[in-house]
């Protein structure tokens, strides 16, 4: 059984006439009469009843047709969607991400996606460097967003984009941009960061930053979640200092200071396990359009 017999079968079922079911078909009238006879042996059930001067479907012909409609209509359905998925247009792209990443590119890109690919589905897991690193290798996700990450081996990046570093504080705190001078009026404060292990770079270079003020900061409470922090800092809990676009969205009790002089920036890098790269170059080829553009 073929899908050539099947299709030419749906004919035979519209015109009920072998002459003129062979002549919209392009195959001679015989030929198309041993195909039928050949598909209803097969079956083991008559699909047309032949006794009258017009042929007919039979009961089970009636049945099959219905069937086979269906069939050849999901499996058209199905031929298309594995072309968009070869092209990187359908199926299910996975994406690791940090807390940050939801505050600056990944709405955006997210609505992008939506409008331009409305056959691809997205899933999102939010966790730290390490983590995502984890799930790139262990083909968990596909692509992962990470700020300021040392990029291990096996792994490829591109940078997605680069922005300042914001001092973030209560309202009501003393520092504002009128009297701040730079990091060193902080060696007292209260910081709320997040875990060391977010690792890979991230934390280590925030470190660093205090670290050239002469100063290690009191560390008072930690979050993976950048959320959690900025509603601990709006508490009057500490200060933080993140990425520029991480205020987005937020409209909490907090006021911040851009660190434009920092010799250093928070760096959002698109990672992928190198080994993917083929397998992953339409999804790959479109986040690259959309960061160019």
Not at 92 to 119: C, D, E, R, T
Not at 138 to 167: M, Q, R, W
Not at 282 to 291: A, E, G, N, S, V
Request: neutral net charge.
């Amino acid at each position: 059984m073929t899908t050539t017999q099947l299709k030419n079968f749906l004919v035979l079922t519209e015109t009920l006439n072998f002459r003129k079911a062979s002549e919209l078909i392009y195959i001679a009238q015989p030929a198309l009469s041993r195909q039928i006879q050949s598909l209803e042996e097969e079956l083991g059930f008559l699909l047309f009843d032949r006794t009258r001067k017009q042929i007919s479907l039979t009961k089970s012909g009636i049945f099959f047709k219905t069937e086979v409609t269906k069939i050849l209509n999901q499996l058209e359905q199905s031929i298309q969607r594995g072309r968009l998925i070869h092209q990187g247009k359908a199926g299910q792209i996975k994406i690791g991400h940090a807390s940050s990443a939801m505050h600056s590119i990944l709405p955006n890109l997210l609505q992008y996606m939506q409008v331009n690919l409305p056959h691809l589905e997205s899933s999102l897991l939010e966790g730290d460097n390490d983590m995502i690193f984890d799930k790139l290798s262990d083909n968990e996700v596909d692509f992962g967003f990470v700020p300021n990450a040392f990029i291990p081996d096996g792994l490829s990046s591109l940078t997605v984009y680069k922005e300042n570093y914001l001092l973030i504080l209560p309202k009501e705190h003393w520092l504002d941009k009128s009297n701040f001078k730079d990091l060193s009026d902080c060696k007292n404060e209260k910081w709320i960061l997040h875990p060391q292990t977010e690792g890979h770079g991230y934390m280590e270079e925030i470190l660093k930053i205090m670290g050239d003020y002469g100063y290690s900061p009191k560390i008072v409470h930690r979050s993976p979640n950048t959320s959690t922090v900025l509603r601990m800092v709006s508490a009057g809990l500490g200060i933080t200092m993140m990425g520029k676009s991480t205020l987005k969205g937020f409209s909490l009790n907090l006021k911040s200071i851009e660190l434009s002089d920092l010799p250093y920036q928070l760096n959002m890098k698109l990672v992928w396990k190198t080994e993917r790269e083929s397998e992953l170059r339409p999804y790959l080829d479109f986040l690259k359009k959309y960061l160019k553009n």
